[in-house]
């Protein structure tokens, strides 16, 4: 099992920017795919950005694209999210997931089914 903690969620106004930021601790040598997930008050938690093993490849819901960028350090098993331009809607208490086996199929770096592990959540509140 992988133990998830993430951090770096706050208030910003919007435009503003924050880095949010996922630590790994336990059987880490069995992370493959990491995703960030979002929940807004009263709805569906939802996709919003993934990243390969390797880091080579990244995986991004459309309407954060341009603006969000997902990234890992696996030497530090450690996985980032930096989120710039933010806007109200973007709301959200995120959290952090890790894929416990090799993802073949690019749709199931979108779907929560394809993570064993999450972590918490970290709030984010963009103001007008």
């Known amino acids: 099992q992988v133990h998830l903690v993430e951090s770096g969620g706050g208030l910003v106004q919007a435009g503003g920017s924050l880095r949010l930021s996922c630590a790994a601790s336990?059987?880490?040598?069995?992370?493959?795919?990491m995703g960030w997930f979002r929940q807004a008050p009263g709805k569906a938690r939802r996709f919003v950005a993934a990243i390969s093993r390797s880091g080579g490849g990244t995986y991004y819901r459309d309407d954060v694209k341009g603006r969000f960028t997902i990234s890992r350090d696996n030497a530090k098993n450690t996985v980032y999210l930096q989120m710039n331009s933010l806007k109200p809607e973007d709301t959200a208490v995120y959290y952090c997931?890790?894929?416990?086996?090799?993802?073949?199929?690019?749709?199931?770096?979108?779907?929560?089914?394809?993570?064993?592990?999450w972590g918490q959540g970290t709030q984010v509140t963009v103001s007008p």
């Open positions: 336990g059987r880490t040598s069995s992370m493959y795919a």
């Open positions: 997931a890790a894929s416990p086996s090799p993802t073949y199929r690019e749709s199931s770096y979108y779907t929560s089914d394809n993570y064993a592990d």
